[in-house]
């Protein structure tokens, strides 16, 4: 990968520096030396921002998690039926997710092994509970299907959503699936929501 140069070192660069080496090399699979070669400073450099590399996986993974609750906070996300709310969050969800793609991959790969990937994947379940409760609650109001497990239906879109970290590259045309933000947004939108409402 592209190391930064040392005059554009700052925090923020070393943070967006972690995530990419993180994602490629796995957090367990990388050192201080790996981060502080890819940033271009020294480990002496790092360890005055951050006491190491663990504390830069929970900077990264707050990100994307205080991104994501911040889409529950909003008010399209509070008022109306539960069906609207939820297609306002499962949009949100793919805006932020490509927003901040980077962020969201490395939350989505952390495997519980340390104590702050115990926590983002703690974080990561009252996110999908929330989500689950409005899918329940539209339910229960009769404006999607009630023939899906409630569950089951969750996972799936959680599921399609998540694989987009896989294969959406805002940067290559290619990688898009010959799709913008907005293309992708309203495909699963309409995708989601055309399995999940009842049949007239």
Do not use: C
């Not at 050192?31 to 996986?57: C, D, F, P, Q």
């Not at 069906?83 to 490509?98: H, I, K, S």
């Not at 495997?111 to 609650?137: I, M, P, Q, S, Y």
């Amino acid at each position: 990968m592209t190391t930064a140069k040392r005059d554009t070192y700052t925090p923020e660069t070393l943070l967006s520096v972690a995530v990419q080496v993180f994602i490629e090399r796995g957090y367990d699979g990388t050192s201080m030396e790996h981060l502080s070669k890819a940033a271009g400073i020294s480990k002496s450099s790092i360890y005055h921002h951050v006491t190491g590399k663990e504390e830069l996986l929970r900077r990264a993974v707050s990100r994307a998690l205080d991104e994501l609750f911040g889409i529950l906070d909003e008010e399209h996300a509070r008022e109306g039926s539960a069906a609207e709310r939820l297609e306002y969050v499962v949009r949100r969800m793919v805006e932020v997710l490509m927003a901040e793609l980077p962020y969201v991959t490395l939350l989505l790969r952390v495997r519980g092994n340390t104590g702050t990937e115990r926590w983002a994947l703690e974080r990561r379940r009252e996110f999908d509970h929330r989500v689950a409760a409005l899918l329940k609650d539209a339910a229960a109001e009769g404006d999607v299907r009630a023939d899906v497990e409630v569950r089951l239906a969750t996972r799936l879109v959680f599921g399609m959503i998540n694989s987009i970290v896989e294969w959406y590259r805002p940067d290559v045309p290619d990688g898009r699936a010959g799709a913008g933000e907005r293309e992708v947004v309203d495909a699963v939108a309409r995708l989601v929501f055309g399995g999940l409402r009842k049949a007239s």
